[in-house]
């Protein structure tokens, strides 16, 4: 069994910040990568973020310059900064390990989601 924990979220005024960790025991290598996510009230999830191996990132076009995605190996964990958040910017934002090892290299089971953290941007 392996799981992936997100902590972080919670209710701030537009404009505000948080950050967002996504920890899992086996996440200790920078080859591996992850992927966020989210889910907007009644609307399908959809790919936020990833982080590749060699700290390659790549963002969707509504969150770039405001969303910053790091890891910590050390740590066993990925981070997602939130800046400027917007209420639309509300959602369950959820982690997900890689859905293919492309190093092969990676000590993670792959496309393994954790249980979402709850992120509530008012006006």
């Known amino acids: 069994q392996e799981e992936l924990v997100e902590s972080g979220g919670g209710s701030v005024q537009t404009g505000g910040s948080l950050r967002l960790s996504c920890a899992g025991p086996g996440f200790t290598s920078n080859r591996c990568g992850m992927d966020w996510y989210r889910q907007i009230a009644g609307k399908p999830r959809e790919w936020i973020t990833s982080?590749?191996?060699?700290?390659?990132?790549n963002y969707r076009d509504s969150v770039k310059g405001r969303f910053t995605i790091s890891e910590d190996t050390a740590k066993h964990t990925v981070y997602l900064k939130l800046s400027n958040l917007k209420p639309e910017d509300t959602g369950m934002y959820s982690c997900?390990?890689?859905?293919?090892?492309?190093?092969?290299?990676?000590?993670?089971?792959?496309?393994?989601w954790g249980q979402g953290t709850q992120v509530t941007v008012s006006s």
């Open positions: 982080i590749l191996p060699n700290n390659i990132t």
């Open positions: 997900k390990t890689p859905s293919r090892d492309a190093g092969g290299s990676c000590p993670m089971a792959m496309n393994r």
